[in-house]
């Protein structure tokens, strides 16, 4: 089975609306898709190493652009429904001093997310919750989410071939370390 979900997503990958697929899961991913891009951009770019750096571009604008839904999502569910909450508990004082300490580590928090696979999708929303600056928000993704795809494009365009090989040769751990990283990722959003 796993054999077969991997030739179907090479296929994919080779599809000519491939571009399309990728910017859609990229920029869904910011904002509330669990599914990281990488499941398409890896196995289109080894299907087509030369378009490594259009590959990486695509996901990296559709990510920002999701980011931005995720960051609206945040301001627009604060002010309209979190923040009366709040201060109908008394609370909103604290939520002042939360969002000041975010803030003042932003710029830490999205890159962290953006780069690793952490979700990007929980930071985004709480940029916008907690009112990080826009611009700061918008930089940082673009340095992010440049990082990592880009760096995925580049090992991936330099060493295609060999990866190619081994990732067919090791189908199985690849995809254990995946879920592994995938799962990591979501425990570590629920637990810190």
Not at 34 to 50: F, G, H, N, Y
Not at 112 to 131: D, E, Q, R
Request: charged share 10%; proline share 6%; no cysteine.
């Amino acid at each position: 089975m796993l054999r077969s979900l991997y030739d179907w997503t090479i296929r994919l990958a080779e599809h000519p609306h491939a571009l399309w697929a990728l910017a859609i899961v990229a920029f869904a991913e910011s904002s509330f898709f669990p599914i990281p891009p990488d499941v398409l951009m890896i196995p289109m770019i080894i299907a087509r190493p030369s378009r490594a750096w259009l590959i990486a571009s695509v996901a990296l604008v559709a990510s920002v652009l999701g980011g931005l839904l995720g960051y609206a999502i945040g301001a627009f569910f604060y002010e309209s429904i979190g923040q009366p909450i709040l201060e109908s508990m008394g609370k909103a004082q604290a939520m002042e001093q939360f969002n000041t300490k975010f803030n003042d580590f932003g710029f830490w928090a999205v890159l962290g997310a953006g780069i690793t696979p952490f979700p990007y999708k929980v930071i985004t929303i709480m940029s916008g919750w907690t009112g990080m600056p826009l611009g700061t928000f918008i930089a940082t993704s673009i340095l992010a989410r440049s990082l990592r795809f880009f760096i995925v494009a580049g090992l991936l365009w330099g060493f295609g071939e060999p990866i190619r090989a081994f990732i067919e040769k090791r189908l199985g751990l690849m995809f254990t370390l995946f879920v592994i990283l995938l799962f990591g990722g979501f425990l570590a959003v629920r637990y810190l």
